[in-house]
């Protein structure tokens, strides 16, 4: 791919395909307010509306006057620019082009994501600690339990229970999970998202490298929790622009280069929606 036939608007389209595709807590967010999103700082407004009253009617009677409903705007603040700045050489390029640029831009979305992922994970700090449940030595005879007591919580916080519930946990969480063979699979292997390894009980229960954890000291040992997440879809919403994507020769090299910006910004916005797991994996289940 010669620099001369390098069309940004295809490229950052590309782009983002590939991002979608790789995200896995970025993913499992509201996207409905991306807005106009050009620089670091940039908000985007999150409008909602009060409760609606319910009230019993009467028959040949006069109601009362509508209610008046008022709304509500939230503000999610664009805080995040990560870009990214690769060079393919001219020799390279000619071996394998267009391919090259393709799994450059591929490679390059991975990390993006990354990033983006582990973002969203580290907004378990703006939960409320009565919206966190702890368990330490979680062993594959705990699973079901602790699932029980997350839908339990999600019921009590007026979740519908036909209400798809995310489930995000580390690689030593979801091997108790499975170990515990509660999970009911798919034949169809598109039924079932990146990341995503079975459900159960309402439960979509995803894994993923960039759950966060925190090493805490208890009786003189240290224990690792990680920061698991149970959350509906609209508990968090994530807005992102790929700002710029820029393709250019550098001075000192017969390459092609393309760099990038990607801005983006989350928030918790139904706090009562959102679960965190303060979960302890047990060494062994014996």
Request: aromatic fraction near 8%.
């Amino acid at each position: 791919m010669a620099l001369s036939y390098f069309i940004p608007t295809v490229w950052s389209e590309t782009l983002y395909r590939e991002l979608d595709r790789e995200y896995i807590a970025v993913k499992n967010c509201s996207r409905d307010f991306e807005g106009d999103i050009k620089n670091v700082g940039d908000t985007v407004k999150i409008v909602g509306v009060s409760p609606v009253s319910v009230f019993n009617y009467t028959k040949n009677t006069d109601m009362s006057a509508p209610e008046e409903l008022t709304d509500s705007v939230r503000t999610l603040q664009i805080n995040v620019a990560k870009a990214f700045n690769f060079a393919i050489d001219d020799i390279d390029k000619a071996q394998a082009t267009p391919k090259l640029m393709k799994e450059a831009m591929h490679v390059a979305a991975s990390a993006l994501a990354n990033e983006a992922d582990k973002y969203v994970y580290g907004l378990y700090g703006g939960v409320a600690a009565d919206q966190t449940m702890t368990v330490t030595g979680l062993s594959t005879s705990d699973v079901i339990n602790a699932l029980l007591e997350v839908k339990q919580k999600m019921l009590e916080n007026d979740v519908a229970g036909n209400e798809e519930i995310i489930l995000e946990v580390p690689p030593a969480v979801a091997s108790k999970i499975v170990k515990a063979r509660i999970l009911n699979g798919t034949d169809n292997t598109e039924a079932l998202d990146k990341g995503c390894i079975g459900t159960f009980m309402g439960f979509k229960v995803y894994v993923s490298n960039n759950i966060r954890s925190s090493n805490v000291s208890e009786n003189g040992e240290t224990l690792k929790y990680y920061k698991c997440f149970a959350r509906t879809k609209r508990a968090i919403t994530f807005a992102e622009q790929l700002n710029e994507i820029e393709a250019y020769r550098p001075e000192l090299r017969f390459a092609d280069a393309v760099k990038g910006l990607h801005l983006y910004g989350a928030k918790i916005v139904y706090p009562k929606e959102l679960l965190l797991l303060n979960v302890n994996v047990a060494a062994s289940d014996d």
